[in-house]
């Protein structure tokens, strides 16, 4: 099985599971990532989501509030070896933008690959008490 400390020594993006946020945190840190806290948990909506991702990844005051200037967004993150989300709370969240979410995040992981950026790895915490799983994202 992989471990988040392997998928970060890997220098891998994408979108995975784990229960050990605090394994990927030391590990993200040994590497020199940037590591960001996505926590949505407190909210369910679109907007909940947007805004804490505007928090969390300081995006800049003209920052859209949509999924647009979100993907677009990310594309801005490029922290050299790599950027570590470690989100929770994805279960809270409505299905639609729990999805919305997920697809944004794979898109930027793959630009790693076809543009050159840096790695970019969301893991997903905390799945196993809200009954869903990484295929509910």
Known sequence: ?????????????????????????AAASEKGWRTVELNTSQGTDKAHFLDVCRKAFDL?????????????????????PGTLVLWRGAGTLEAPVRETAAEI???RAGLAQSRGLSAFLVL????????RTMNDL
């Open 1 to 25: 099985m992989t471990t988040p400390a392997d998928l970060i020594e890997q220098g891998a993006s994408g979108l995975h599971p784990t229960d050990d946020t605090d394994g990927a945190r």
């Open 105 to 107: 995040f794979a898109e």
């Open 124 to 131: 997903v915490a905390g799945q196993a008490n809200t009954g």
């Open 60 to 80: 800049p005051d003209w920052f859209g509030n949509n999924w647009d200037a979100l993907a677009d967004s990310l594309t801005d993150v490029n922290d050299t």
